[in-house]
């Protein structure tokens, strides 16, 4: 079974930064469609994507509501993707959370680890 490990969640105030890390024990990322995507999950909202990277090219998309801010990278040698987060605003709060997810369909095809917390305040 797939491993999925967040970390580098914390507080931090409106403006600021941090980098998330996600380490996987994920053996199909190397296939034609795999990636990896960031998600988050606000307080009594449902979980959203965030943003994505193609394992092999390392093409990118990300959620309207991130873009300019967040940047999503990987290190193959290391199985881990990163979320570096700027500009941070309040609406960013909530529990992010990585996935492999097949790069056409977009549809996640991992178990759901438990996530990093990240609060972002006033």
């Known amino acids: 079974q797939v491993q999925l490990v967040e970390s580098g969640g914390g507080l931090v105030q409106v403006g600021g930064s941090l980098r998330l890390s996600c380490a996987t024990t994920?053996?199909?990322?190397?296939?034609?469609?795999?990636?990896m995507a960031w998600f988050r999950q606000a307080p009594g909202k449902e979980r959203e994507f965030v943003a994505a990277?193609?394992?092999?090219?390392?093409?990118?998309y990300y959620a309207d509501s991130v873009k300019g801010r967040f940047t999503i990278s990987r290190d193959n040698a290391k199985n881990t993707v990163y979320l570096q987060m700027n500009s941070l605003k309040p609406e960013d709060t909530g529990v992010y959370y990585c996935?492999?997810?097949?790069?056409?369909?977009?549809?996640?095809?991992?178990?759901w680890g438990q996530g990093t917390q990240v609060t972002v305040s006033t």
């Open positions: 996935n492999e997810i097949d790069w056409h369909t977009r549809v996640v095809s991992g178990s």
């Open positions: 994920a053996r199909t990322l190397s296939r034609a469609a795999g990636a």
């Open positions: 990277i193609h394992w092999l090219t390392a093409t990118t």
